[in-house]
């Protein structure tokens, strides 16, 4: 991963999804993009030129957006600990530096010197959010976004926003939409709630494996059903699970089978039990995408949700009957 675009509209959503984003991208040795798209009617006199005066806008809003980008660093610099390590602990050789008394060893916990490190590079355009921030992935070369869910009312905290929906549909990278006030706390364990029957393309597989590796995640893959019964559902299932096994071929997984007749209650009691720290969804090809955005859910079913979506692009998306299973044979044996 190289490039994390992060929409921005100056809000304290946008802030926390800034310092979510720059920790990821100090784990994984990311530059951000930092995208801000605004859209105000123009009143032009006879003598000004449209494109010169929307150069010119973006030119004031890229300013202050270098300015506020500045203030972000030296806020992401703030914070920080020191840790003090026994010296009567011989099983462990250590070289940092020793208190005056000898008793321990000092050593400052540089991850907030990774945060302030992190290269934040400002981009401000002309335009309407969703239009311009997909433009913004194909030019940025992004290999994924990390927006808000901002949504509104009082079940803003869960409820994912229009424009971050829309973005999660047509993107065709990676998004990641991430609750308001949610710390980074890394990707201990991954549900990934997936259809065995409608599985992503191999990028999407490639993107997911890569992900669970860097953060070292425990990565489970729910297929929840209404109908059948458990060994029909495995038989159904076995050319899925295969195409799970070559393109997830080397990293630790597990597949769970649950008969649900709600999607959205399944999914969310299996990420509360299982304490996941991510969830990941196809959202052109799952249901529960949708009923987030339903304002009919109850605040328990959106309380249990509180947690990172991150949602894999679907761009041809088939039925496993019909996808071209790749053997990855140079990477086995």
């Known amino acids: 991963m190289k490039t994390i675009l992060v929409p921005t509209d100056f809000s304290q959503d946008a802030h926390d999804t800034l310092l979510y984003a720059t920790e990821i991208a100090s784990v994984t040795g990311s530059k951000i993009v930092l995208f801000h798209a605004f859209y105000q009617p123009l009143s032009l006199s006879y003598s000004q030129d449209f494109t010169t005066a929307v150069n010119e806008l973006e030119r004031e809003r890229t300013e202050e957006l270098e300015a506020y980008a500045e203030r972000f660093k030296a806020y992401a610099f703030d914070n920080f600990s020191v840790r003090f390590q026994s010296t009567l602990d011989t099983g462990v050789q250590r070289e940092t530096p020793v208190t005056k008394s000898g008793f321990h060893h000092v050593e400052v916990d540089n991850a907030a010197a990774k945060r302030a490190g992190v290269d ?82 191999n990028t999407v597989f490639e993107f997911l494996r890569g992900f669970v590796k860097q953060f070292a995640s425990r990565l489970q893959i729910l297929h929840l059903y209404h109908e059948n019964s458990l060994q029909q559902e495995k038989e159904k299932a076995l050319a899925s699970l295969d195409i799970l096994d070559r393109q997830l071929f080397d990293i630790n997984y597990k597949v769970v089978f649950q008969k649900e007749k709600d999607f959205a209650e399944g999914v969310t009691n299996f990420v509360q039990e299982q304490q996941a720290s991510l969830l990941v969804l196809v959202p052109q090809k799952h249901p529960f995408l949708e009923e987030l955005l339903s304002r009919s859910l109850t605040q328990k079913i959106m309380a249990k949700a509180f947690l990172p979506l991150l949602a894999l692009p679907a761009v041809g998306v088939e039925s496993t009957s019909a996808a071209e299973v790749k053997v990855v044979e140079e990477h086995q044996g």
């Open 120 to 201: 934040i590079r400002c981009v401000c355009k002309f335009g309407f959010a969703f239009d311009e921030i997909l433009k913004a992935v194909d030019v940025h070369r992004a290999d994924l976004v990390v927006m808000g869910m901002r949504g509104e009312g009082a079940l803003r905290r869960a409820l994912l926003g229009r424009t971050t929906i829309n973005v999660m549909r047509d993107a065709k990278v990676p998004v990641l939409a991430v609750p308001l006030g949610c710390r980074f706390m890394g990707f201990e364990a991954v549900v990934f709630a997936a259809d065995l029957f409608k599985l992503p393309p």
